[in-house]
């Protein structure tokens, strides 16, 4: 079965950085869309950025420019690059396959001094 399971998240003071990390296993990882999602405390789950089979991305207007999602397929990993980390960034980060309608466990992110 689809399994994912997300790795990198941490405390990091504001305009610091992390890498995410999503290993993905039980489809063929190069053939499908991947994405990232967040959910911060009180609020609802809300979409990051996605990245094509075709290493096309989008990302939401709030992390253009800061963030960056890519894919590794010979590891089957996609990866979520954030940089000039905010307070407002604080949240679990989960991986997710729309093919599939698969998450991850998620990731804690915390941003804060």
């Known amino acids: 079965q689809v399994q994912l399971v997300e790795s990198g998240g941490d405390l990091v003071q504001p305009g610091g950085s992390l890498r995410l990390s999503c290993v993905a296993s039980?489809?063929?990882?190069?053939?499908?869309?991947m994405t990232w999602y967040r959910q911060a405390p009180g609020k609802e789950r809300e979409w990051v950025a996605t990245?094509?089979?075709?290493?096309?991305?989008l990302y939401q207007d709030s992390v253009k420019g800061r963030f960056a999602i890519s894919r590794a397929n010979a590891k089957n990993t996609v990866y979520l690059q954030m940089n000039t980390l905010k307070s407002e960034d604080t949240a679990i980060y989960y991986c997710?396959?729309?093919?599939?309608?698969?998450w991850g466990q998620g990731t804690q992110v915390t941003v804060s001094t």
């Open positions: 997710f396959v729309p093919n599939f309608g698969s």
């Open positions: 039980g489809f063929a990882f190069s053939n499908y869309a």
């Open positions: 990245i094509s089979p075709n290493f096309n991305t």
